[in-house]
Each structure stands twice: as C-alpha cells, then as structure tokens.
C-alpha cells in the first residue's frame, strides 16, 4: 500500500517538475544500486568464507569416499553376501550401482553422421530441429507475413535516462 501512496502524491505538471523527478529518479537508482552492491559483496565474502571451512571438511570426505570404494571393491568384497550387491552396516550401506546404459560416439560426430546416412539410419538416428527464422522474416512485407501465420509487431514503449554527472 505505501508504495502506491508514495506513487499518487507525485505529480508531475510541467518541465521544471519532470526535471526534478528525473533527478530524484537518478539519486534512487544510486542508492538501490549501492545496496544491491553492499549486498553482493556480503553474500561473495559469506560464500568465501563458507567455502575456506567446507575445503577441508570435503577434502576428507572424499579422501573417506575414495577409500571405502577401494575397500568395497577388494577386501571388502567377502562380505557382501552371494550375489549380493550392497552391504548393511551400521551406520549405512554400501552398494554397487548400474548407470543406465549411454551411447558414446568413439569418432568423430561427422563421421558418424555420414555413416548414419550410409546405412539408411537418418531418419530414426539424427535429429534435425525446425525453427523459425524471425531475422530472416523481418525482409518480408506485412501482406507475406500474414500470409504465412505471423505479423509484425512493434510497441512504443516509456523509457527514460538519467544524467548520472548532473545527479550528484
């Protein structure tokens, strides 16, 4: 509501005033940008920070992770029952996992594409994405643009600039 306040006791009746309210305008853009700089910079030395104390806490976590796999895979296989792909412990489980088969193309996607087409596998095996080109739709006239679906459109829209020397 108090924005909407503020906004209705403006009022702007002639070039003096506009003057004036495009210098407050400036002097708000400043302020609202060195808060949001304020803020970045607090939020870049909180995650600074954050991440100089995780570093090490990662650092022996992974050393941790490296290890119980290497455990699992040799010494620690004899107690995974038969067959048995995961292990209960008493604080977790360990397990082996499958990742869903993935393609991975060995040559080059050229050569792989020729070859695709020399087998007759275009169709199902090589993906080709339709668009419209809207740059190339700008030469044509209106009549041609409706014609085929589209029109062009063009908004005149309310902008303004402030004269950051003028501001301060």
Known sequence: MKASKDAQAIQIKDREAAD?????MGR???QIAQIQAKASEDSRMILGDADARAKPLLKRLDAHEKEMERWAKNEGAEHFEHGSRSLALTFGRLYFHLSPPAI???RSVEYVLERLRARKMSATCIRVKEEVNKEALEAYEDEVLKEVGCKRVQKDEFRYDVFRPEVK
Do not use: F
């Not at 004036?20 to 407050?24: G, I, V």
């Open 20 to 24: 004036r309210a495009l210098k407050e």
């Open 104 to 106: 991975r193309l060995i």
């Open 28 to 30: 708000l853009e400043d």
